[in-house]
């Protein structure tokens, strides 16, 4: 029997986020794992994508997620990340359950608008409540311990970050045995027939609702990490330009798979790192020349650059086998 192989790009490239405490610069150390930590929300983004569904609201479950340590750290002095990260998952996947009962029945620019509309709903609660959320000042998220270990400061960035690699590492295998499930191929067909999938036996809201709680679940994961990260919560988190972002990080990566969205996530933030830098009043514009170089050549996202390598390769190997 033929031993299947590995595929080599990811391993290098888990290879590579292993090594990037010990061989980069603290301030690229914080831009991975803030990328890390966005791409769980535009992994919840990606997912609706493969259903020919737009989502302009997906940053409340993030937000969810980050008001849980602002809240944690100021009401209950509760700071450890391993203890809020599955309880951003859990308060994300809440409110999605309550919302996805009105979205389950939606689609398209309805889907897309009445999200944004719960989003919104939720800064403006964000924002005025200033005595629970200190609106506009927003909250501390406080300095994170790991059960219940308090790391020193010239350690903290790296605790954190492998925190976050291996949230990183979990949420794709478990998107991936979704994606892999009936559930997540009959998500793929609701992009060509839902008919069809009612016809055998499955109800697409019910996939639709599924599908949205899991995606709070995936939000609110990404808000806890983002918040430990940047150290700071405001109602922006909330805000429809952060779930406009979400969106064009997943067309950027590619929606296609679960790693697509990592991808194009770390080559999101350094892009406008570097865009900032050396054009800080046009990097707007550098952002969308290369948003429209992705849609004119390469509409799968990135992730697909090396999904066409790795088919030629593979063709040129049963060649030679054959010959």
């Not at 499930?181 to 609702?209: C, Q, T, W």
């Not at 707007?284 to 088919?311: K, N, S």
């Amino acid at each position: 029997m033929e031993a299947k192989r590995l595929p080599l790009a990811p391993l290098v490239g888990a290879a590579l986020l292993v090594a990037v405490p010990i061989v980069l610069p603290d301030w690229m150390k914080f831009i991975v794992t803030l990328a890390m930590a966005k791409f769980m929300a535009v992994l919840s983004v990606a997912l609706f994508l493969r259903a020919n569904q737009v989502t302009f609201g997906h940053a409340m479950f993030y937000a969810v997620g980050a008001y849980t340590v602002g809240f944690g750290a100021k009401w209950f002095g509760v700071r450890d990340a391993v203890l809020l990260v599955p309880l951003g998952a859990l308060f994300g996947a809440a409110v999605a359950a309550l919302v996805g009962l009105v979205m389950a029945r939606y689609r398209e620019v309805f889907f897309a608008m009445l999200n944004l509309a719960f989003s919104m709903m939720l800064y403006g609660a964000f924002l005025k409540l200033y005595w629970v959320t200190g609106g506009t000042d927003g909250l501390s998220a406080g300095i994170p311990k790991f059960l219940g270990y308090a790391p020193s400061r010239e350690y903290l960035r790296d605790f954190l970050y492998y925190t976050a690699l291996g949230v990183t590492g979990v949420v794709i295998y478990a998107v991936y045995r979704f994606l892999a499930s009936p559930l997540g191929f009959y998500l793929k067909a609701m992009a060509d027939n839902e008919i069809r999938i009612e016809y055998s036996g499955e109800s697409v809201r019910h996939v639709m609702y599924v599908t949205y709680v899991l995606s709070g679940a995936l939000g609110g994961v990404g808000g806890v990490l983002a918040a430990f990260t940047v150290g700071h919560i405001v109602p922006e988190y909330s805000f429809w330009i952060q779930s406009g972002e979400f969106v064009f990080v997943a067309l950027l990566g590619g929606y296609g798979s679960a790693v697509g969205p990592l991808v194009g996530s770390i080559a999101f933030e350094f892009i406008r790192t570097y865009a900032s830098k050396y054009f800080p009043n046009e990097w707007q514009m550098v952002l969308g020349i290369i948003m429209l170089a992705i849609i004119l050549f390469r509409p799968g996202g990135l992730w697909t650059i090396y999904e066409g390598i790795a088919a030629r390769f593979g063709r040129r190997e049963r060649e030679v086998e054959r010959a």
